[in-house]
T-cell receptor, first 113, second 112 residues
Framework: DVKVTQSSRYLVKRTGEKVFLECVQD?????MFWYRQDPGLGLRLIYF???????EKGDIPEGYSVSREKKERFSLILESASTNQTSMYLC????????????FGSGTQLSVL | GENVEQHPSTLSVQEGDSAVIKCTYS??????FPWYKQELGKRPQLIID?????GEKKDQRIAVTLNKTAKHFSLHITETQPEDSAVYFC???????????FGAGTRLFVKA
């Protein structure tokens, strides 16, 4: 079974800190995604990647960057955390074929104080 | 940009009744429409999906319909059970960059 692992379940950071959220998948998936989940807003796409070193902006990339140096790992970076980035962050992966289902990690609840 | 609207935001039904959740999408290039179920405190998981060359798909008590002309797709759950209580998300994928856009979610309550 596909395993998508996010490094932290809960994270508390201070405003202005640089924050790294890590995601690792073990099924050799080409595509990886970062979403944030907020009540009433669903899952909003921040960034996604379809290959190593390739990245594409999603709908809400402002304030975030990503890194995909290895196929299995996709990192989300908050350069200078702000309180409005307090949210649940979900990583997902899928195979390289078009329109394959997403496998999600268990999420990281980030609180920025 | 692409957008997926989902209604209703909350749905409460009696056990055994049917539940219907509706979505519309804006990107005419979308060709894959998955539905995810998220139970409290857990990750979203795919429950059913449909591709643009199919109008309807059924899996036991769950069915999905797609109207490409109207850009509508719907989830139908029959004979609802308390374990169906969860948040349901519709999504649309255009294949361009494998981008998947989600609706805002429907919280379904099934009362025993």
């Amino acid at each position: 079974d596909v395993k998508v692992t996010q490094s932290s379940r809960y994270l508390v950071k201070r405003t202005g800190e640089k924050v790294f959220l890590e995601c690792v998948q073990d099924m050799d998936h080409e595509n990886m995604f970062w979403y944030r989940q907020d009540p009433g807003l669903g899952l909003r796409l921040i960034y996604f990647s379809y290959d190593v070193k390739m990245k594409e902006k999603g709908d809400i990339p402002e304030g975030y960057s990503v890194s995909r140096e290895k196929k299995e790992r996709f990192s989300l970076i908050l350069e200078s955390a702000s309180t409005n980035q307090t949210s649940m962050y979900l990583c997902a992966s899928s195979r390289g074929q078009l329109n394959e289902k997403l496998f999600f990690g268990s999420g990281t609840q980030l609180s920025v104080l | 940009g692409e957008n997926v609207e989902q209604h209703p935001s909350t749905l409460s039904v009696q056990e055994g009744d049917s539940a219907v959740i509706k979505c519309t999408y804006s990107d005419s290039a979308s060709n894959y429409f998955p539905w995810y179920k998220q139970e409290l405190g857990k990750r979203p998981q795919l429950i059913i999906d449909i591709r643009s060359n199919v109008g309807e798909k059924k899996d036991q008590r769950i069915a999905v319909t797609l109207n490409k002309t109207a850009k509508h797709f719907s989830l139908h759950i029959t004979e609802t059970q308390p374990e169906d209580s969860a948040v349901y998300f519709c999504a649309a994928s255009s294949g361009r960059g494998f981008k998947t856009i989600f609706g805002a979610g429907t919280r379904l309550f099934v009362k025993a």
